[in-house]
């Protein structure tokens, strides 16, 4: 079968630096069947989707729609909603949940101090690692393919907290899995691969293997981040933070600065990939940017 996947793994396309980009995300559980555009084509009431969508324009906050793997029959049953909201921002990351009757509450929260990292009490704290395999078909058929046996592997297995999630970027890099509270998004995942990731998360670090990079920064800092995880071997989920980006597409130097004063500066350029591949199923080929990283070098006296 050809699909968008196979092309970019058959182009050993880098993964690094492809992770969508938020400081904090709000899941919002919704059972049953999800359109292209879930938000407005699911049994969520579309007005208050379409609402959602907009609350979150532009504040940091990335919506999305969560269920548990499995079957998802269409049995127009009322039901509750569990919710997540986690802040992914390293060295300030948390994750609450919630439970509620009706998604149109969700409205009455200030999405610009969530996307700042201020909770303000919404919901009580959840401390195990939650994985989060996108497995929209209805988006591209690559999620479904390969997403949803992932999913329904792990929660076999004894993975309480995964769940399936309408979109995380990246279809041609399925199966992708993000995972909270770290923020660390992963592709070409297996479930094996993916057991070690949330080992690790629960000890407060990070696996390097399949990893897309970290939400909470733009590209040219994913790909800084991982570069420098990568020289230096740290892996504990808090300890680096990107400080500043100078430059413009499609050359930048990005600081990354550890928690113990140590800091580097990464020269990062964006180039089209080559050759043309489809970054989706039935999508026309395209050239997608990719990062990579050409320089890297410890700053004297650090930060």
């Not at 320089?295 to 650090?302: F, N, S």
Request: proline share 6%.
């Amino acid at each position: 079968m050809s699909t968008c996947t196979n092309a970019s793994a058959e182009l050993a396309e880098p993964l690094a630096a492809t992770a969508a980009t938020a400081r904090t995300w709000l899941l919002l559980e919704q059972p049953g069947p999800w359109g292209a555009k879930a938000f407005t084509a699911s049994h969520l009431d579309p007005v208050v989707g379409r609402a959602l969508e907009k609350a979150a324009d532009g504040t940091g906050v990335r919506v999305a729609l969560i269920r548990r793997p499995g079957r998802h029959a269409d049995c127009h049953v009322p039901s509750r909603h569990q919710v997540l909201v986690a802040h992914v921002v390293p060295g300030r990351s948390w994750v609450r949940q919630d439970v509620i009757d009706d998604p149109a509450a969700l409205l009455e929260l200030d999405f610009a101090a969530l996307g700042a990292g201020e909770h303000r009490g919404f919901g009580e704290p959840h401390h195990e690692p939650v994985a989060l395999v996108c497995t929209n078909g209805k988006r591209d058929r690559c999620c479904a393919l390969y997403g949803r046996p992932l999913a329904a592997q792990l929660a076999a297995e004894g993975v309480s907290d995964v769940w399936e999630i309408t979109h995380i970027g990246g279809h041609r890099f399925a199966p992708t899995m993000l995972v909270l509270p770290s923020g660390y998004a992963y592709g070409r995942i297996d479930a094996d691969l993916a057991h070690g990731v949330l080992k690790a998360a629960r000890d407060g670090r990070i696996a390097l293997d399949g990893c897309r990079g970290a939400a909470a920064w733009d590209r040219p800092g994913q790909a800084a981040d991982l570069a420098v995880r990568s020289l230096t071997g740290e892996l504990r989920a808090g300890a680096l933070v990107v400080t500043r980006t100078d430059g413009s597409a499609p050359s930048w130097t990005v600081r990354v600065t550890h928690t113990d004063g140590r800091a580097w500066d990464v020269d990062v350029t964006e180039s089209a990939a080559q050759p043309p591949r489809p970054e989706s199923c039935g999508a026309a080929l395209g050239s997608p940017a990719r990062m990579d990283v050409t320089g890297i070098r410890a700053v004297a006296g650090g930060r």
